[in-house]
Nanobody, 121 residues
């Protein structure tokens, strides 16, 4: 069945780096936009980055210049490279499938289970 599985989360010190990966299966990955979102305890789900089916990208202002999203259609994966991490980046990170490139979570119809990223000071 259609699914998304994230990996790569963990504990890192502020200023460090992590790369998250999301593996897709059971559907035509290359036809869809892909997004990364995050959710911290007690907060709403927040847009982080997206990459369209054509490779166009968009980033939240809070991560622009620090995070890079990429996709590999041959491997059905989307990655989020995170550099110069801050304590406020701590959250569960989720990847999602979108019918088109959008910052709105409601435009995404398939979600992974999430991977925890914790940034210590």
């Amino acid at each position: 069945q259609a699914q998304l599985v994230e990996s790569g989360g963990g504990l890192v010190e502020a200023g460090g780096s992590l790369t998250l990966s999301c593996a897709a299966s059971g559907w035509s990955f290359s036809l869809y936009a892909m997004g990364w979102f995050r959710q911290a305890p007690g907060k709403e789900r927040e847009f982080v980055a997206l990459i369209g089916s054509g490779g166009n990208t968009d980033y939240a202002d809070s991560v622009k210049g620090r995070f890079t999203i990429s996709r590999d259609n041959a491997k059905n994966t989307v990655a989020l490279e995170m550099n110069r991490l801050k304590v406020e980046d701590t959250a569960v990170y989720l990847c999602a499938r979108g019918n088109y490139a959008s910052r709105m979570p409601t435009n995404y119809d398939l979600w992974g289970q999430g991977t925890q990223v914790t940034v210590s000071s």
